[in-house]
C-alpha cells in the first residue's frame, strides 16, 4: 500500500464515540505525550465529553496550560474551556507514593496501615522501585474507572498519559513484575527467618535458605531484613489484591472501551519505537486508534525546494548586496531538508505498517502555556481539517 493510501487517523471519530472510555496516550519518552493528552482532553470536553485527564508529567507548565496553580493526586476542575456543549475537564497528575498509601489504606485496617506506611522498605518500595510508577498509573486507572463504574464520579472519558518508558510498554508489564518481586523467591528467602520463627526455620526451610539468609544479613544488614520480614508480614493478605487489581486492569485496556493512541516523532528512533508499541498492542491484543507523530516540520514555500533555495542564496551573497535574503533563503533550506527528511520518515513507517491510521501535527512555532495553545495543537490533532 501506498504511502498516500494510508488510513488517516480521525481522533474527532474516536472522542464522539460514546462507547469509548478510556484513551492512553503512549510512547517513548520526549516525544509530547503530556501536551497530546492534555489538548486531546480538552478538545473532547469542548466537544461535549466530561473528561478526567491523567498526566505524569510534572513539570509546571502544564499545570499553567490548564489554568491550574499546580496538579496533584486529585483531580483538579479546569476553568475557561467552552462548556456550551456540555462537557467538562479535570485534570489531575499522579502521585506515586500517594497511590500507593491509598491502596494500602484502602485494603488494610488503620493499624495495619500505619505499620506498613511507617516501615522503612515500604517507603523505599513505593518511592523509588522500578517499576513501581507504572504499577501505580494502572492502579490510578482502575480506580478512576471504578468511580466511573459506582457513580461517585460522572466523567465519560479518562485520558491517560502514560510513564515515559525505555522499553515498549513497560506499564503493561510493571504490575507483573512488581508483584512477583514482592510474592517472589527473593523475598520468601529474606523473611523465611520470620514466617517460620527462630529453629523451626530449618525444619521448614532447609539449611540451604537459612544459610542464604545469613549471608545476606552481613551483606544488607540486619535492620534491613528485619524491615523487609515487617513488611511482607504487615501485607501478606494484600498481595493477592495487588495481582487481582492489576489483572482488571490489564482486562480494561483490552477492553473495546479503550483506545491507544501511539505517539511518536519524525525521527528514526522515536518511529523505531512507535513500532515496537504496534507490535506489542497487536500481540497482546489491545485496540490501536492509531499513531499520531507530533512536531512534523512542513515548509511555507513549497514551491521552492532546498535546492533552488541554496543555488539563489549562493547568487545572492556573489552579489554581496543582499545579505539578509540571502540568509533568509539559508533558513528555508534548512527548514526544507528538515521538512524532506520528516517526510521521508513518516512514508517509510507508513508504508511498513499499511493499515495503522497515522496523523501529524505540524511543529509548533512557540511552547504552549495556555488553553488556547492546548487548542490550537487539539484542532491539529482532530484529523478534520
Not at 33 to 45: E, G
Not at 206 to 218: D, E, F, N, Q, R
Request: hydrophobic share 45%; aromatic share 4%.
Amino acid at each position: 500500500m501506498a504511502a498516500r493510501d494510508q488510513a488517516r487517523l480521525d481522533l474527532d471519530a474516536v472522542l464522539a464515540d460514546e462507547e469509548r472510555r478510556i484513551i492512553v496516550c503512549c510512547g517513548s519518552g520526549g516525544v509530547g505525550k503530556t501536551t497530546t493528552a492534555a489538548a486531546l482532553a480538552l478538545r473532547a470536553a469542548e466537544q461535549g465529553r466530561r473528561v478526567v485527564v491523567l498526566t505524569i508529567d510534572p513539570a509546571r507548565r502544564l499545570a499553567q496550560s490548564l489554568g491550574l496553580e499546580e496538579l496533584d493526586n486529585t483531580p483538579r476542575p479546569v476553568e475557561g474551556l467552552d462548556t456550551s456543549a456540555g462537557g467538562s475537564l479535570d485534570a489531575m497528575m499522579l502521585d506515586m507514593k500517594r497511590t500507593f498509601d491509598e491502596v494500602v489504606e484502602a485494603h488494610a485496617t488503620p493499624d495495619k496501615a500505619a505499620q506498613i506506611l511507617d516501615n522503612p522498605f515500604y517507603i523505599a518500595v513505593s518511592s523509588s522501585f522500578a517499576g513501581t510508577q507504572e504499577y501505580m498509573a494502572m492502579e490510578k486507572l482502575g480506580q478512576l474507572r471504578g468511580q466511573i463504574a459506582d457513580g461517585s464520579r460522572d466523567w465519560d472519558l479518562i485520558v491517560v498519559d502514560t510513564p515515559p518508558s525505555r522499553s515498549a510498554l513497560d506499564f503493561l508489564d510493571a504490575p507483573q513484575r512488581l508483584g512477583s518481586f514482592l510474592d517472589g523467591r527473593f523475598i520468601r528467602i529474606l523473611t523465611a527467618p520470620a514466617k517460620a520463627g527462630g529453629r523451626a526455620s530449618l525444619k521448614v526451610f532447609g539449611a540451604g535458605v537459612s544459610l542464604a539468609s545469613g549471608i545476606m544479613t552481613k551483606l544488607l544488614g540486619g535492620d534491613f531484613l528485619r524491615d523487609v520480614q515487617t513488611f511482607v508480614a504487615a501485607t501478606d493478605t494484600m498481595f493477592g489484591g495487588f495481582r487481582q487489581r492489576a489483572d482488571e486492569t490489564y482486562a480494561l485496556l483490552a477492553d473495546d472501551e479503550t483506545a491507544f493512541l501511539v505517539v511518536a516523532a519524525p525521527e528514526r528512533d522515536a518511529m523505531r519505537e512507535a513500532g515496537y508499541f504496534i507490535e506489542r498492542l497487536s500481540s497482546d491484543r489491545m485496540p490501536l486508534a492509531g499513531v499520531l507523530v507530533n512536531r512534523v516540520r512542513l515548509t511555507a514555500a513549497k514551491q521552492l525546494s532546498a535546492g533552488r533555495a541554496e543555488e539563489a542564496a549562493a547568487q545572492l551573497e556573489a552579489l554581496g548586496d543582499h545579505d539578509l535574503a540571502a540568509a533568509l533563503l539559508r533558513v528555508h533550506v534548512e527548514v526544507a531538508e528538515t521538512a524532506a527528511r520528516h517526510r521521508g520518515v513518516i512514508t517509510r513507517f507508513a508504508t511498513s505498517h499499511p493499515g495503522v491510521p497515522l496523523g501529524t501535527v505540524p511543529a509548533h512555532p512557540v511552547d504552549i502555556h495556555d488553553l488556547e495553545g492546548l487548542r490550537e495543537i487539539g484542532e491539529a490533532i482532530g484529523g478534520r481539517s
